[in-house]
């Protein structure tokens, strides 16, 4: 271990303090090493999901096939985190053009929706339910619009060669896991009430359970049309139709025409360098890639290599770098078509310098107010994880929000409806499900897309594919991405150990650092002297990554041990 030396500047008590806390270390999840295989790699959150991304990559589909099957495989298996009913950004790798690309299909704000929707008209107080249940909460989805948009883009397998496999599931069933089992159990008493979801998701009266075969019909005949049509009768058709009666008879407001208006669009990637190594993530509505920029930005001016791996020192430091990130996120970020934002200034090295002079490498100091990145702009303008054996990479992040998103169900079409409108500031200074705030910037209007953590990433070192990430977890995302960068590029792990490593996150309000239990007592102690307000929490984030290994041309993947995820390669070496 390495002990403080007081000639940094450091104090009688906090010295004593290191000494008598000498086991810095954390008790990492127990170790297993990452699937392994040579002509590419899958890593999703369910095993069906990875076996149907493996079978694409098999018959010659490229990362984006295979990462699309994947997304529609979820879609039957894991209803409650993402769907047909919600949204989603990727960020594609073509090794073609080398290049970057991202593309939203985020939920959007119905034209009809009102800064004051989840306000009581009388009181003006908020109304946090009507943003989380029922028909209000949901937003456009823009799942499906968003893997047509993808597959046509860059697709290389017909599409509906592509959607087959979830096709299957959802016609021939699967049988329920534990996480399923247990999230529809939660759900039980609203459920019940809907004999349509009853009919699908229950048996004898009571939800399914574990290794018992889930079928939905209603769900395999809306992808097959989907497969067919390319999201015409999903957006304009008669699935259309079902979507806003469903979405009207629970209270909500989304129109015909919303869905017909929807639409995808491509952006300019958030570009950035760490320790020499270049990646992109996804640029604001999603808040991902800028804050993950400025927080390895932050990081960068630290030796971190030099501190020990996984101390309470190198916590500190990586707390008041989140706790910086996230002040920044509540007050600068939010659809830029709709408020214009300091990008280049808040992942500019120089603006990140300047944050990181408020830092006190000892004690605990949150930050007054949010930085000027303005000052740093320039003046001109301006989780599915699959790497192929081409070196395209695509990192998919969907989502209906949180479990089963509004809990409104499309029973012709077998989906559940995402609850993303939470995502926005929908009181002043109110916080979403996730405890996170967000401004002004981030108000309702309507046609606006509400402001996003998911950040699907793409990495290069040397200029050759590295690493393809992402997570999920709300705000819990953007730190749970940034430590599997610093655990690879600082600490030297590989892929499984870098994702299963006890996390910390800080999202600067409420005044928490939050800790996975695997963060041993002393480290916790120690950050507690340093005055964080350490709230310790079992574990969150299921992360999925892919690395590829240039010098051994080798595909290396990993799911996070927290979750039912698998990681599968085409042409296996190593399988666990
Ligand atoms: O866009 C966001 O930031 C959230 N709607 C993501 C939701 C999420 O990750 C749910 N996972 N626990």
Redesign the pocket.
Known sequence: MKFISPKSGYNLQFIICNLLFTFHTVSLAAYRLPVCARAGMAATPHPLATEASVQILDKGGNAVDAALAAAFALSVVEQY?SGLGGGEFAVVWSAKDEKAYALDA?ECAPAGASAEMYLDPETQNPLPDKSWRGGLAVGVPGSVAGRVELHRRFGKLPFKEILQPAVKLARAGFPLDRYYADRLNGQRDRFANDSNIVKVFFRRNRPLEPGEILVQTALASTLEQIALDAGQAFYRGKQAAHIVAAVNKSGGIITKQDLTDYKTIWREPVKFTYRGIEGWSMPPP??GGVCIALALNILEGYPLNYIENYSSEYYHLLASTFERVFIDRAEWLADPDFVPQPIGGMTSKLYADSLRKGIDKQFHIPPKSAGDPWLYEPINTSHISVIDHAGNMCAI?T?V??AFGSLVFVPELGIFLNN?M??FATAPSAANQ?DLASGEVNGITSGKR?????SPTVLLKDGRPFLCLG???????ITSVVQMIVNIVDFGVDIQAAIDAPRLHCQWKPDALYVESAISPDIISNLILRKWNVVKEKTW?LSQGVMFDTEKSLFYGASDARGVGTAGGSAMIDSR
């Open positions: 985190h985020r999603s808040s992040t989502s929000n949180t993303t939470d995502d996730f509400p402001l996003s953590s998911m997570s999920v977890g709300g705000p819990r995302i984030s």
